[in-house]
């Protein structure tokens, strides 16, 4: 079974950047599509960015629109989310995901993955 480990998380100053990896040890995420999504504390689970197999499609939440830029690099089966001008409010658990099969990057974006990773917190603090 697919297994995604996300890294990169830590404390940054509002303003600052980070940039999160998913990586699937073992697997090649080059048939998937990959979405990287977020749950602050108390709140609802939010569709971040999505990205498809070739790279060529890209979905982003209007509020990180500007600011995060995700990209896959498939000879390395790793996803990035390069993270900038970073904001209080986008403090939060960062979760990747992937989803096998037809899929578009908006749908994945709305509903998302079949397989998940464990987390990696972001926290945007001065």
């Known amino acids: 079974q697919l297994q995604l480990v996300e890294s990169g998380g830590g404390l940054v100053q509002p303003g600052g950047s980070l940039r999160l990896s998913c990586a699937a040890p073992?697997?090649?995420?080059?048939?998937?599509?990959i979405g990287w999504f977020r749950q602050a504390l108390g709140k609802e689970r939010e569709g971040v960015s999505c990205i498809s197999t070739s790279g060529a499609d890209t979905n982003y939440a209007d509020s990180v629109k500007g600011r995060f830029t995700i990209s896959r690099d498939n000879t390395k089966k790793i996803v990035y989310l390069q993270m900038n001008n970073l904001k209080p409010e986008d403090t939060a658990v960062y979760y990747c995901?992937?989803?096998?099969?037809?899929?578009?990057?908006?749908?994945?974006?709305?509903?998302?993955?079949?397989?998940w990773g464990q987390g990696t917190q972001v926290t945007v603090s001065s």
């Open positions: 995901a992937a989803v096998g099969g037809v899929t578009t990057v908006q749908a994945m974006c709305l509903i998302g993955g079949d397989y």
């Open positions: 073992g697997f090649t995420l080059d048939y998937y599509t």
